[in-house]
């Protein structure tokens, strides 16, 4: 079975601090895609990067960056100089790359508040 | 990435009718979407896949009689929830499973359903 754990229920930080937020997987797949959604208070989920089990090299993308752990199976997000529009719930999820078994399992989500 | 839509974006009905939630993919020819259910500040839960032309496959413990699903063409699902009760009112959300190579889903912006 899938497992995804966000230990942090909510962050709050004053706007341009540094967050990171934590994610820990379980799988019994050798071959696994990992996830990062944000969810603005509109609802909507937005796609923020999607991270192929066999590439662990980390990935910036402007004040986004992430850091995959295969060995203590962790892929935390960190947010440098934190803006008031990130104020989200943010998700990790994790999923099977098979065809016909795309099920997405999402942690519970990390409620992140920047305070300006 | 596909371009989802949901309509309704919020309904509000009364106990014991049923609400038709409809899923679209604007731009690409959907096989298979998924439907998530979210309570309020908890995770997305997987409810079920839906595959074009066949029924849907439940997850366990979700009740097929109850949230009926329709994937009667390419580019439209439909999510029925029969006789609802207050306990249904969630936030629903679709996605639609793309063609790359990872099988990507793109989400719709959700459709918020209150029971009184």
């Known amino acids: 079975a899938q497992k995804v754990t966000q230990a942090q229920t909510e962050i709050s930080v004053v706007e341009k601090e540094d967050v990171t937020l934590d994610c820990v997987y379980e799988?019994?797949?050798?071959?696994?895609?990992l996830f990062w959604y944000k969810q603005p208070p509109s609802g909507e989920l937005v796609f923020l990067i999607r991270r192929n089990s066999f590439d662990e090299q980390n990935e910036i993308s402007g004040r986004y960056s992430w850091n995959f752990q295969k060995s203590t199976s962790s892929f935390n997000f960190t947010i440098t100089a934190s803006q008031v529009v990130d104020s989200a719930v943010y998700f990790c999820a994790l999923r099977s790359p098979n065809f016909g078994n795309e099920k997405l399992t999402f942690g519970t989500g990390t409620r992140l508040t920047i305070i300006p | 990435g596909a371009v989802v839509s949901q309509h309704p974006s919020w309904v509000i009905c009364k106990s014991g009718t049923s609400v038709k939630i409809e899923c679209r993919s604007l731009d690409f020819q959907a096989t298979t979407m998924f439907w998530y259910r979210q309570f309020p500040k908890q995770s997305l839960m997987l409810m079920a896949t839906?595959?074009?032309?066949?029924?849907?496959?439940?997850e366990q413990g979700v009740e097929k009689d109850k949230f009926l699903i329709n994937h009667a063409s390419l580019t439209l699902s439909t999510l029925t929830v029969t006789s609802a009760h207050p306990e249904d009112s969630s936030f629903y959300i679709c996605s639609v499973r793309g063609g790359t190579v990872a099988y990507e889903q793109y989400f719709g912006p959700g459709t918020r359903l209150t029971v009184t």
């Open positions: 799988t019994r797949d050798t071959t696994y895609y």
């Open positions: 839906s595959n074009e032309g066949s029924k849907a496959t439940y």
